[in-house]
């Protein structure tokens, strides 16, 4: 099984749309959780940290689920720009972030 | 805000040569990353260095690679005798004392031909 598992997608949905991703995690031990937002032939970007309590920033809502082992990301009111890779990543205690292959997202107008 | 900063931006090499890639971590951060992405795959880990040397690295990254701080900003990656597999993006991160959000740079393309 691989560590960290994405739909690669695409989503395709229209401006205004609500949009959500999931990725499961196989490390029970996994201590800290990313998404992060990948344009096309760039570095990666934080977009946000995910908390046991869950986080939001603006239009976005990260949430973790420990006993289900995966994360989500929720993108409310998408936009033209939130067309996107998004990436989650995960940390097990050591150095090295563990990332999964990511969820494309085209927002139409 | 503070960045990671790349050089070179694009970097074209025939196999079997060595290349450079260079990187100038955020200046407080002291933890400092490689990263490489082939085409339409995953973002891997290479190897992370802290306080000098290095604290974990992956199965890629074998005799062929090394890393190194040869002063107080820079972080360099070196491959040597480049292999056509070799192409890739690669990018350097950092982060703080939390060793938690890294923070990217914005890659050098690497093209073994």
Redesign the interface.
């Known amino acids: 099984r691989k560590e960290v598992e994405q739909d690669p997608g695409p989503f395709n949905v229209p401006e205004g749309a609500t949009v959500a991703f999931n990725c499961t995690y196989s490390n029970s031990a996994s201590q800290s959780f990313f998404w992060y937002r990948q344009d096309c032939r760039k570095e990666p970007k934080l977009l946000m940290s995910v908390y046991s309590s869950g986080n939001e920033d603006g239009r976005f809502t990260a949430q973790l689920n420990r006993a289900s082992q995966y994360i989500s990301l929720l993108i409310r009111d998408s936009k033209l720009s939130d067309s996107a890779t998004y990436l989650c990543g995960e940390k097990a205690g050591g150095f090295k972030t563990i990332f999964g292959a990511g969820t494309r997202l085209f927002v139409k107008a | 805000e503070p960045e990671v900063t790349q050089t070179p931006s694009h970097q074209v090499t025939q196999m079997g040569q060595e290349v450079i890639l260079r990187c100038v971590p955020i200046s407080n951060h002291l933890?400092f990353?490689w990263y490489r992405q082939i085409l339409g795959?995953?973002?891997?880990?290479l190897v992370?260095f802290?306080n000098n040397e290095i604290?974990?690295k992956?199965e890629i990254f074998d005799d062929q690679f090394s890393v190194e701080r040869p002063d107080g900003s820079n972080f360099t990656l070196k491959i040597r005798s480049t292999k056509l597999e070799d192409s890739a993006?690669y990018?350097c991160a950092s982060s703080g004392q939390t060793?938690?959000?890294?923070?990217?740079?914005?890659?050098t393309?690497l093209l073994v031909l």
């Open positions: 933890y990353y795959q995953k973002v891997e880990f992370s802290y604290s974990e992956s993006m990018f060793q938690e959000t890294q923070y990217f740079g914005p890659g393309r």
